[in-house]
């Protein structure tokens, strides 16, 4: 938890390279007990190198913390780790967190569990509610999580000149569906200049006109 970057590296480096019998045991205690917040939060990170079956309860418990740092290294877990089971949690948790670091690992986690349609019907509602930051990690998990159910919402926003607009398109394309196409092409022609590396990113990664536009 040392605050000088050399020292907290190398100090990191040391648990890491421990046996995990001796690290991960004395790294729960510390993120469960240790009166300094920051040193919760650094061991909770050094945990998620290890692969211990006590982990997923120690971050479960964590997803309550009071504690912001400790909530985003939790849902961030659980994107790498996905427990359909906690769906309904997290699905709760959509509708009071706030933290501006924390909200976006949230909507990740779920975004992995998407194949669940009560998750994938609240993300899509998500897109379209609250701040534009909030907003736009919603889009890009949309985007990168291919959710195909998206795709209308996506095309609502991407309609939509606002700081919004590029991060609709290349969900669209991350997403793939041919169908958006003519969507693009029609952005295309009327967007400012400012929009259209992203328009023709978009179109590229929908496996269009990939060539004459990488200039």
């Known amino acids: 938890g040392d605050l000088d970057y050399a020292t907290r ?18 790294l729960i205690r510390a993120v469960n007990e240790h009166a300094d917040g920051y040193i919760r939060f650094r061991a909770l990170v050094l945990l998620t190198g290890f692969n211990d079956p006590r982990t997923p309860d120690t971050m479960e418990e964590l997803m309550a913390s009071p504690n912001d740092r400790l909530r985003e290294v939790a849902y961030a877990y659980f994107e790498q780790h996905p427990e359909p089971p906690l769906a309904p949690k997290m699905l709760a948790a959509l509708d009071t967190e706030i933290g501006e670091f924390v909200r976006p690992s949230l909507v990740r986690a779920l975004a992995a569990l998407a194949k669940d349609p009560r998750v994938a019907a ?6 379209g509610r609250g701040l534009d930051y909030f907003r736009s990690s919603v889009i890009e998990a949309l985007g990168d999580y291919r959710i195909a159910a998206a795709v209308p919402k996506l095309t609502e926003i991407a309609q939509v000149d606002g700081p919004l607009q590029d991060d609709a398109v290349t969900a669209l394309g ?23 590396p992203a328009i023709a990113a978009a179109i590229c990664l929908l496996g269009s006109n990939c060539t004459s536009h990488v200039g």
Not at 14 to 25: E, G, H, I, K, Y
Request: hydrophobic fraction near 45%; aromatic fraction near 0%.
């Open 174 to 196: 991350k997403i793939g569906d041919k169908g958006s196409l003519a969507t693009l092409a029609t952005l295309q022609e009327k967007a400012g200049k400012e929009m259209q």
């Open 9 to 26: 590296m190398t100090a990191g480096r040391t648990v890491r390279r421990a046996t995990p019998a001796q690290a991960v045991t004395a």
């Open 122 to 127: 609240a993300l899509i509602a998500d897109a």
